[in-house]
Every structure is written in structure tokens, then in C-alpha cells.
């Protein structure tokens, strides 16, 4: 099934290139067309029973524990929206994780969710919901000049699939403008902290769905939506100590989700954990009439049931259940890289911090860095350590033949017409209109169609050396960056493995990222769910921000002045 599943795909992204240029999808519509329903979920027999004593605190309730405690009437929608509503009422204007809060809506939903008790899965639990999916009466912004008053009349497809499964909606969550940086206001302003360094701004948050990160790292939210294009829903859980997923492209419908590219946009969920992201992933997937990728896909695995063998029940080592044996776990070069000290700084101030407008010094900020990426490297050695001990079999791997040609930004950036022929009517109106985002709409209005045409087909040359070069060899990959399994549409799973405090005196998540081949979402699931069975990173939550607060004078905190922009340092070194 695996060689049959990797066929077919390199089959479908070679038929989706071919309908970018043809067909790219429009801004949104009047109407929302009939959709097929989500993949089932059994509140009765899916869930799996918590294997941990019940929190006082509601907010500290995973997704899974809260449906749990809603269905078996062991508290109401109504007191756990309340709860959520009070952590936002006291502790956003810090984290700025949301830009529109329906707290009465949400309330209504709540009290409606506990008169219909147990009559669907999710029913009570608060969402968060990024702001570039349509939500039918209220502001989807994406954080931009062009849809600052958009109020769609319809929801997209993964949204409604949410709701109708009885999810509520907390509020939409702060974001790159137009998913192209970590949060900012269009101008360039930074909005959303990171919730374990709420006051320290060199500590990113990870774009662009910061805001859904941050929301349920801070306990403002059960769980939240993120897309992914080039590392927004894997590098924001990596940064906040969350399980997030990006699907096979097609797994779940973008109908109704403002585009960014047309060939690399991906929808998924950002989570406590494996169980949650199962959950989520379970009611957001399947196909959808209104967006032709979805379509003719292998079926809907059931994601529960995988985290249910190897995660909260059962404890069995892992083998994987399609072809037996250890699942194998194959690390790419530079995985367990030591990463080279910094050069000695200059004894003068560094001449590049007025030059960029860095409000914090590059020079110390490379130094994080480097203490960070120390810490890192050991968190992965100890990760493959408990993977083994769980019965995988590591596997050292080599590079496909042409990886370092195909994954360079030359050739990841043969993504950007996709977005400015979108937007080319708004490119033609006023320019100003994309704020801080501009250059890279302007770039793909420069890049020649013939670059275009080369980058495209070589995403499918690359895309055929992973499925033939990588997975031939293992069952999951090791990732250093989500991009190049972004470029082709393969899964990836960002997880927490371990946590430093050099950076910022505090502790702060360290995380890992896994790849599958397509439609292996249930394989990265059942093995990270096993993996935090046996460890507990992703039990760990973050200080309220008054115990983070820096001493006074200490480095990171807020200073006076204008609020921090992004600048030179974080477009180079950290690409947001």
C-alpha cells in the first residue's frame, strides 16, 4: 500500500502543478457549495480514557480530556468557555494571541452545547481559530490592509466541519499579514509573544499562525487551526511546546482559506498533544466538493485509533501496523551536527544594529542561538534514544541525490507568482495595501514564467527522490526545516522533546519535526503518541507572564518606545 500511495501521489502533484497555471484558486465566493461531511468521530469509543488525575483548572484540560468531561456531564460548555474567557480577559493584552474575541457568541454556543449534552463529539469545547479561515459574521482579516472589514458569509470547510462537531469558537487568532512572517500588525509591528518568553521580543513565537500557538500554549484556548506553507503550523509548535500537523496536501479542504500558494497551502491543527492533534485532524479531514485536491485521495485512516494503540492505552512497543516489523526512523545528514560557536564579538557596538533597527543586539542574539542549537542537538540524541528503547529502529541516511540543488531558495522560491497572480488585482489597485509583505508578491510579479515552469518540474524531480531515495529506506524522516517537505505537499509533525533555559533564563520548549510519506498522517500520530507516553515535554505549560517578568534591567524585556518591528536579522537568520 505504501508503494501504491507514493505512486499515486507523485501522479496527483504532477497533475496539481499543471493546474496552478490553469486554475489557481479564486479569493473566496458568495456561496458555500455542498460539502461532504468530515471523517467520523465516536465520541463513546474514540476517545482514549486519561491516564492522568482530572486538573482542577479547566484550562489545563487537553482537548481529548475536556470532550471527555463535557459528554460524561462532569462540568459544563458553559463553565469552560467561562474559564478560557477569563484567562484571555486577563492575560492577552500580553500575549496578544487573538485580534477578534466573540465572547458572547461563544457563551450562546456554550449554553446551546450543554441543552444538546452528548450529541456530538466535541460538543463545548473552545476553539481557537486562525484568521485566514472564513468564519461566517465575523472579521477574517488575515492581519492585512486588503481584508481588514472582509466578513465572510460562509465558513470554511475544516471550520464548519469543527463546528458541526460542536467545537465553539473562542475568537480568530493573530497572524503574519497574509501568512508571510511571524505575527505583526501589516506595518511590521509585532504583535504576539511567545507564551513561555511573554517578554522577552527576541524570542519568536513561530509564523505565521502565531497567535493559535500562542492561545493554546497559554491555556486561552483547548486547541487552535494553523496553515502551512512553509513551516507555520510545525515551527510555531516547535517554538511554544505544542503538537502540530500539516496533512498530505489534499487531506484537508483550504475551500474557504485565504490563499497564499496555490500548490503548498495546508490546513491543520495545533495541539497539547498527539491525542489532540488526532482529535482535531480526525473531524478536519476529507474530502470536499469545493476543493478539487481533496478529492480522490486514499480514505480517511482512523487517526484516533492510532494514537489509541501506542499513546494513552494500551503501551505496546511500536511496529508498524501495515508491514510489520520495527518502525524504522531514518535521520538526514546534519540531524546531531554540533553547531559551530559564534565568532568572538567586536569589542566596539556592533555597527549592524543601527543599521537594521534591531531594538535587540544581533550579537547577543546570536549568541541565544547558538546556546539554544547546543541544547537542541541533545534533546534530539535523547529523542532517538527513547524512540529506540520503544522499539524503532534507527536508520542514517543518506541525501537524495540532487537535495541541496532542489531545496535551495532559488528553487523554493519558484513558489511566489502562485501568490501575486492571485492578488494581482489588488497588486494593480494599491500596491501599499501589503504593508511589510510586499516584496515577496513584487518578487513573484519579476520571477520569469520560464523560472517558474523549470522550479515547478523540479519540485516533482525532487519529490520523486524523497518517495524513492528516503522512504524506500524508512518509515519516518528526521527534519531540521519544514520547507522541503513543504515544496512537495508530504506530512510533517512538529512535537516537543525537551526544554533549555540559557536563552532567556526561563524554561523554553525544544522541538522536533518528523516527515512521512503521503497519506502516512496516522503513522507520524501513533509514533509521537507513543513517544509522549513514555515522556511528559508536552504536560509541561508555560508560567502566567507575571512570574516570567525579567529582573529589572535584565536583557529581553520590553523597553520604552515604539512597539518591536521585524527586521533584517529575523528575515536572514530565522526567515520570518
Not at 455542498?34 to 465520541?43: F, K, M, V
Not at 532542489?406 to 500596491?431: C, G, K, M, Q, Y
Not at 503518541?529 to 515535554?537: E, G, H, P
Request: some cysteine.
Amino acid at each position: 500500500m505504501g508503494e501504491l500511495n507514493r505512486r499515486r501521489f507523485l501522479d496527483r502533484m504532477t497533475a496539481l502543478t499543471a493546474t496552478a497555471l490553469a486554475a489557481p484558486q479564486a479569493l473566496g465566493g458568495n456561496d458555500a457549495p455542498a460539502r461532504a461531511r468530515g471523517a467520523a468521530l465516536d465520541i463513546e469509543g474514540d476517545l482514549p480514557a486519561p491516564v492522568r488525575p482530572q486538573p482542577t483548572d479547566l484550562t489545563e484540560l487537553t482537548l481529548a480530556e475536556a470532550a471527555r468531561l463535557m459528554r460524561d456531564g462532569d462540568a459544563s460548555a458553559v463553565e469552560l468557555v467561562e474559564a478560557y474567557l477569563g484567562r484571555i480577559g486577563r492575560w492577552d493584552p500580553r500575549y496578544q494571541a487573538f485580534n477578534t474575541v466573540v465572547s458572547e457568541a461563544a457563551l450562546e454556543a456554550a449554553r446551546a452545547a450543554d441543552r444538546t449534552r452528548g450529541r456530538a463529539p466535541l460538543a463545548g469545547v473552545p476553539l481557537a481559530i486562525k484568521d485566514n479561515y472564513f468564519t461566517a459574521g465575523v472579521r477574517t482579516t488575515a492581519n492585512s490592509f486588503i481584508f481588514e472589514d472582509f466578513v465572510p458569509d460562509f465558513d470554511a470547510t475544516s471550520w464548519a466541519r469543527l463546528r458541526d462537531a460542536g467545537a465553539i469558537l473562542l475568537g480568530k487568532t493573530q497572524m503574519g499579514p497574509l501568512a508571510t512572517t511571524a505575527a505583526s500588525t501589516p506595518t511590521g509591528n509585532r504583535t504576539t509573544v511567545n507564551a513561555w518568553a511573554p517578554h522577552h521580543e527576541n524570542v519568536s513565537p513561530g509564523g505565521s499562525s502565531s497567535g493559535s500557538a500562542t492561545a493554546v500554549a497559554a491555556r486561552m484556548a483547548a486547541s487552535g487551526t494553523g496553515t502551512q506553507t512553509g513551516g507555520s503550523i510545525t515551527n510555531p509548535s516547535n517554538a511554544q511546546g505544542l503538537t502540530g500537523i500539516k496533512p498530505t496536501m489534499g487531506r484537508v479542504s483550504l475551500h474557504g482559506i485565504l490563499p497564499l500558494t496555490y500548490t503548498r497551502d495546508h490546513p491543520g491543527p495545533l495541539a497539547r498533544d498527539a491525542v489532540d492533534a488526532a482529535v482535531m485532524l480526525q473531524v478536519m479531514a476529507g474530502p470536499d466538493p469545493a476543493d478539487p485536491r481533496s478529492l480522490g485521495l486514499p480514505p480517511v485512516p482512523d487517526y484516533v485509533s492510532a494514537v489509541r494503540v501506542y499513546g494513552r492505552e494500551g503501551g505496546r512497543r511500536l511496529v508498524h501496523p501495515e508491514r510489520g516489523g520495527p518502525v524504522r526512523i531514518g535521520v538526514l545528514p546534519g540531524f546531531l551536527d554540533e553547531p559551530e560557536p559564534p565568532s568572538a564579538p567586536e569589542p566596539e557596538p556592533d555597527p549592524d544594529v543601527d543599521r537594521i533597527g534591531s531594538s535587540f543586539p544581533r550579537r547577543e542574539r546570536t549568541q541565544d542561538a547558538y546556546r539554544r542549537d547546543v541544547a537542541t542537538v541533545e534533546a534530539r540524541r535523547q529523542m532517538l534514544a527513547t524512540l529506540e528503547a520503544l522499539g524503532c529502529e534507527v536508520v542514517e541516511l543518506d541525501f537524495p541525490t540532487h537535495w541541496e540543488t532542489l531545496t535551495s531558495s532559488n528553487f523554493n522560491n519558484v513558489r511566489l507568482p502562485e501568490r501575486s497572480e492571485i492578488f494581482l488585482e489588488h497588486l494593480r489597485d494599491d500596491v501599499r495595501k501589503f504593508g511589510v509583505s510586499l516584496s515577496p508578491w513584487i518578487n513573484g510579479l519579476l520571477l520569469p514564467a520560464a523560472e517558474y515552469v523549470r522550479g515547478s518540474r523540479s519540485r516533482l524531480v525532487l519529490l520523486k527522490e524523497i518517495l524513492d531515495d528516503v522512504f524506500s529506506r524508512c518509515d519516518l524522516a528526521t527534519q531540521t526545516a519544514p520547507f522541503p517537505f513543504d515544496m512537495v505537499g508530504l506530512p510533517l509533525i512538529g512535537f516537543p522533546i525537551g526544554f533549555e533555559t540559557e536563552s532567556t533564563g526561563h524554561p523554553r520548549p525544544v522541538g522536533g519535526m518528523f516527515g512521512a510519506e503521503p497519506y502516512a498522517e496516522h503513522h507520524l500520530l501513533s509514533v509521537i503518541a507513543a513517544y509522549q507516553r513514555a515522556t511528559d515535554w508536552h504536560l509541561r505549560r508555560p508560567a502566567n507572564p507575571d512570574a516570567l517578568r525579567p529582573d529589572e534591567g535584565g536583557r529581553g524585556g520590553p523597553g520604552p518606545g515604539p512597539p518591536a518591528r521585524y527586521d533584517l536579522f529575523d528575515v536572514m537568520e530565522r526567515g520570518e
